[in-house]
């Protein structure tokens, strides 16, 4: 029943959105977003990305968005709907549009299409990405110097490389503090549901961990945080609203700069496939003021930052051990991309049993 | 507070707005009306309940609001269908996504905002009982209701008069008919009953579980409850039963994974549904009992003759 109710809206939200007159002249730029353009989260973040496109060019472009676009065949269809209505360039901001991307892109080779946080691309296909994980190696020093317990919680939402590397960062940079410091992992199965995200909140808060970190898109745990009178990281957009007292910082997601940059290419022709993979020192993730925290914890954040920035420190850098023990980097190497972007392991420190 | 009574108080939470949009649809439906919208009056009411409660201060206004704006919503649906004579099955679906998309405008501004929780109402002496006391006795009002609604429907289908006008309504709308009674008063009142219900639903999701306003942020919850109701084989305490358990199953995994047990999480993620289908295999054994409770003419249109 929900499916045929998502499919629904899907096809409600494609005749719903403007079908304003378009200037023929103006180019115009696609997105195609998992959530609303409102979530406090990950499609608001892409959404000021948009925003700031249309602020720079909005001369010679127009911008046109599908929002709360599931995963699966419905996101298809969606971003069939776009290419076939004009679009010239199209930006799909989940990974779970990966497949529908690429099937569409092989359909309509004049159009070119970027999607995030994949790894599949084409003669008309780019991705691009940010370096969260970065964000979150931080996170990982500030929870180990503030938790008490030693025990952080970490909400998750589906098993793919992306969450699993976030993890497996904040752990590393964790232990680079406390060796012994331990994270719980809830699996909400969910991008976006409130209710679930708070439930997964009280689970981990009840099972003792002081501090909490979330990778779905809501502000629920911030506020269940807030009322437990635990400290937390919000996550895609600055979340201060939801937990003034709460929030330690959060990983802000920047797209602007980089959707400028593209869309200036392809409106010039230059536009070529790439694999963009830019993190914070090229400004596409930035980290929200580091508040609720002495100023020594506060410091040590603001010195990891600026190593990170500078490429004198790599969060996944050895000595580091698989979960198993087994070794995964010799002491000085430091992980490559590839790896990475297929993360399906845990680093020594997690008490959870990676899904499959 | 011990483990097992913090898992207790988070399922009923969670299971209260499954428990308040079922027993109302479980009305509407008594009177043979299907109504699929329920999603689109839970969100409904939700966003007004947030908005009502930023407005004045008081969420005691927002429940209000909620109830009211789930009412009026449903009577649209009422209109449409019982008037008008629509498809059931099409306007439902359409209240639904309607539901969501005018919400969603309402709502947009007040996105982000934190929101007023709900106070507790504790008994005094009864909630110094040990275990159950800060379960059933320190909790928000909503919960009071739904609880009260669950033991209020029941004695009104089976016990009152027109109750059983209701009931004879939706199993046989022409004889209702020949009798004298008003078959489209008696279903309007029950879909409002319905909305009314949904648009509580709504509020506690929005003053209760998650003090917030977020686009779709009823989350399928009311497409659950729709089933509930079918589970609940339409009788008004199962409804309770089958919401607790599904609430206390999906809750229970989530604890697990905090726990850190080791099973895969998709599966885990599975078990609520699981759990419910097996339960329903159980109890719909008997094909006689559950065709007596099935409200004959559920989903069937009513034009009376002239």
Known sequence: ?356 | MGIFEAILLTVITAATPLVLAAIGELVTERSGVLNLGVEGMMVMGAACAFIATQQTGSPYIGILAGIASGALFSLLFGFLTLTLVANQVATGLALTILGLGVSGMIGESYVGQSGIKLPQIVFPILSDIPFLGPLLFRQDLIFYLSIALVAGVHWFLFRSRAGLKLRSVGDSHSSAHALGINVIRTRYLAVMFGGACAGLAGAQLSLVYTPQWAENMSAGRGWIALALVVFASWRPWRIVAGGYLFGAVSISQLYAQAFGIGIPSQFLSALPYLATIVVLILISHNRRMTLINTPAALGKAFVPDR
Not at chain 1, 114 to 125: D, I, M, R, S, V
Not at chain 1, 167 to 190: C, M
Not at chain 1, 203 to 228: C, F, N, S, W
Not at chain 1, 302 to 327: M, R, W
């Open chain 1, 1 to 356: 029943m929900k499916k045929i109710l998502f499919a629904l809206a899907t096809t409600a939200a494609v005749i719903g959105f403007s079908a304003g007159a378009s200037a023929a002249d103006k180019a115009k730029i696609c997105f195609v977003y998992v959530g609303s353009k409102t979530d406090g989260g990950w499609t608001q973040a892409h959404d000021l990305g948009r925003q700031e496109l249309e602020k720079a060019l909005g001369d010679k472009i127009e911008t046109q968005f599908l929002e709360n676009v599931p995963e699966g065949p419905d996101a298809e269809r969606a971003i069939e709907r776009l290419a076939r209505s004009g679009c010239g360039l199209i930006f799909t901001t989940s990974f779970g549009f990966m497949d529908a991307t690429v099937k569409i892109a092989a359909k309509f080779p004049d159009v070119k299409f970027e999607h995030a946080t994949g790894y599949k691309t084409a003669p008309n296909l780019a991705t691009y990405n940010s370096r969260f994980y970065e964000g979150r190696y931080i996170q990982g020093q500030i929870a180990a110097k503030i938790s008490q317990k030693g025990v952080a919680g970490y909400i998750a939402s589906f098993p793919i490389p992306e969450v699993v590397m976030g993890i497996n960062s904040f752990v590393t940079g964790a232990r680079s503090i406390n060796p012994d410091f331990k994270i719980k992992v809830v699996w909400a199965n969910t991008w976006f549901d409130p209710g679930k995200e708070a439930d997964a909140a009280k689970a981990l808060i009840d099972q003792g961990v002081d501090v909490l970190t979330q990778h779905t898109d809501t502000t629920a745990p911030m506020q269940v945080a807030a009322e437990r009178g635990i400290k937390a990281f919000g996550q895609a957009s600055d979340m201060i609203k939801a937990g003034p007292e709460t929030q330690l910082t959060a990983i802000v997601d920047t797209w602007g700069a980089y959707y400028i940059k593209r869309t200036q290419a392809f409106i010039d022709g230059k536009w070529e496939t790439t694999s963009s993979w830019d993190g914070l020192k090229d400004g596409i993730l930035t980290m929200a003021p580091y508040t609720n925290m002495p100023d020594d914890v506060k410091a040590l954040a603001e010195a990891t930052q600026k190593k990170i920035e500078s490429g004198e420190l790599k969060p996944f850098t050895g000595p580091l051990k698989k979960q198993d023990g087994s070794e995964w980097l010799a002491a000085g190497v430091s992980s490559d991309d590839g790896t990475l972007l297929g993360m399906n392991f845990y680093v020594e420190g997690v008490d959870d049993k990676l899904p499959q």
